[in-house]
């Protein structure tokens, strides 16, 4: 059985004194300890919110760049392949004008020749046809 005497009233100052000397010697630092792990793990939080936001724009900017930059090889390629295609009809035109002339002047000295060759044969036909003649009849043409 429970007696209500001085007794009570000294371990009632003595869960008190226990109280004050665990909240000085074991709480206190510890709430400190807790609290500053606390700010740490929250500052560690908001430095990566402020990385991942600083890679978020980074990544945006990269992407713009890189958006950029194909814009810019198309461009570029597009304007090659024009320059080409004119450089290769420049070049065609030229060789179709070059050929075009060689030809005409084979074909004028074909001419040229074909009558050379027209007039020798023709002089010849004359000549084999007067040595036929003559030695069909046996006798010289006048």
């Known amino acids: 059985m429970i007696s209500v005497d001085w007794t009570l009233g000294l371990q009632f100052l003595n869960f008190i004194i226990l109280l004050l000397i665990l909240n000085k010697l074991l709480y206190r630092p510890l709430m400190k300890i807790i609290n500053e792990r606390r ?15 600083a ?11 890189l958006n950029d930059a194909k814009v810019l090889a198309n461009d570029e390629r597009n304007q090659l392949q024009k320059a080409a295609a004119d450089e290769e009809a420049k070049l065609l035109s030229e060789a179709n004008g070059k050929s075009a002339a060689q030809l005409q002047i084979i074909k004028q000295q074909v001419a040229v020749e074909a009558k050379k060759a027209s007039n ?23």
């Open 55 to 65: 890679i978020d724009e980074k990544m945006r900017r990269y992407q713009q760049q």
């Open 120 to 142: 020798t044969l023709k002089s010849e036909a004359e000549s084999l046809a007067e040595k036929i003649a003559t030695k069909i009849l046996g006798r010289e043409l006048a």
């Open 39 to 53: 700010e740490a793990i929250e500052g560690s939080h908001a430095t990566a919110k402020e990385l991942e936001i």
